[in-house]
């Protein structure tokens, strides 16, 4: 059986779980999937599943195998995309994941420029304030706030974002705003959840844990953000998601002197996706977009 079918068999089971899901995805039949994965394995003289009458499962060494066999499906797909023409015109689908209000206010008007221009392109967006596994959901390109982790993927910086500690003016008119870091503990304060500790911030030379939680702790941006616009405490967001409401007055951007350094923003991809046309565009469009906003450089 050839060797490129019985890879995409393989990793067709292991991300669908099973040899019919498998063989529906593929357009093919459970038999013809079932010898095609017993083909690989006695090519490799290993078993790559352990199979049971209700679950298959990744033996060590499928697992090991699985990152390997799905790059070189990237890899080739990558090199026949180019070989249709690196100029050519976007079409197919672009899948692509960002934190959810950046996605909203800066990658979705990206999107919907581009969808306007290329007829035959179609877009999957994933908006989620976590970090996805970009190889395993078939991410074209990912939009990361903050420091990267080292990996065999692509990062292209395209801007900056700061931390940025706000309040209202009834709320500063009603309790007074602080001077100093220490000043905050005197403070009604508004946490997040997620990614961004609700009992730690950061500033420009130290981390300041607060002595007690948060009075209010919510799980949303859009959610810290009307707290903090209906005087309920001091909120501690990113600029990019603050800047209409302090660019409105309705809040007031605080202890500015004790901003730490700025977050970088990257698109994150693999490299066989970089000579996609619809990708290279998507780059070239959000530094433009970043740039516009102020975002560029800090």
């Known amino acids: 059986m050839d060797r490129l079918l019985t890879l995409e068999m393989f990793v067709a089971v292991a991300s669908e779980g099973g040899f019919a899901a498998a063989a529906r995805k593929l357009g093919s039949s459970p038999p013809a999937v079932t010898r095609g994965i017993a083909a690989l394995e006695a090519r490799l003289g290993i078993s790559l599943f352990h199979r049971s009458?209700?679950?298959?499962?990744?033996?060590?060494?499928?697992?090991?195998?699985?990152?390997?066999?799905?790059?070189?499906?990237?890899?080739?797909?990558?090199?026949?995309?180019?070989?249709?023409?690196?100029?050519?015109?976007?079409?197919?689908?672009?899948?692509?994941?960002?934190?959810?209000?950046?996605?909203?206010?800066?990658?979705?008007?990206?999107?919907?420029?581009?969808?306007?221009?290329?007829?035959?392109?179609?877009?999957?967006?994933?908006l989620i304030d976590r970090n996805v596994r970009i190889v395993e959901e078939g991410i074209d390109a990912a939009v990361r706030i903050g420091p990267l982790a080292d990996s065999a993927l692509t990062a292209v910086r395209i801007g900056a974002v700061r931390q940025m500690l706000v309040a209202s003016p009834a709320y500063l008119a009603r309790r007074g705003a602080p001077t100093t870091i220490a000043d905050l503990a005197g403070h009604d304060l508004i946490g997040t959840m997620g990614p961004r500790w609700a009992n730690e911030w950061q500033f420009a030379r130290r981390r300041w844990r607060l002595d007690a939680p948060p009075r209010l702790v919510i799980n949303t941006v859009d959610g810290v953000l009307a707290a903090a616009e209906a005087g309920l405490g001091i909120a501690n967001l990113l600029s990019y998601q603050l800047a209409e409401a302090v660019d409105a007055g309705r809040l007031i951007s605080l202890l500015a002197e004790e901003q730490p350094p700025a977050l970088p923003v990257h698109l994150l991809f693999e490299p066989s996706r970089a000579g996609l046309p619809a990708v290279r565009l998507f780059i070239d469009a959000m530094k433009i977009r970043l740039r516009m906003a102020g975002l560029a450089n800090w």
């Open 53 to 126: 009458t209700r679950a298959v499962a990744l033996t060590d060494a499928g697992a090991a195998f699985l990152d390997q066999a799905r790059r070189i499906l990237a890899e080739l797909a990558g090199a026949e995309r180019e070989l249709r023409g690196a100029a050519a015109e976007p079409r197919g689908q672009l899948h692509l994941t960002a934190p959810v209000m950046f996605g909203r206010l800066h990658v979705l008007p990206v999107v919907g420029d581009l969808m306007a221009q290329h007829r035959e392109l179609t877009v999957r967006m994933m």
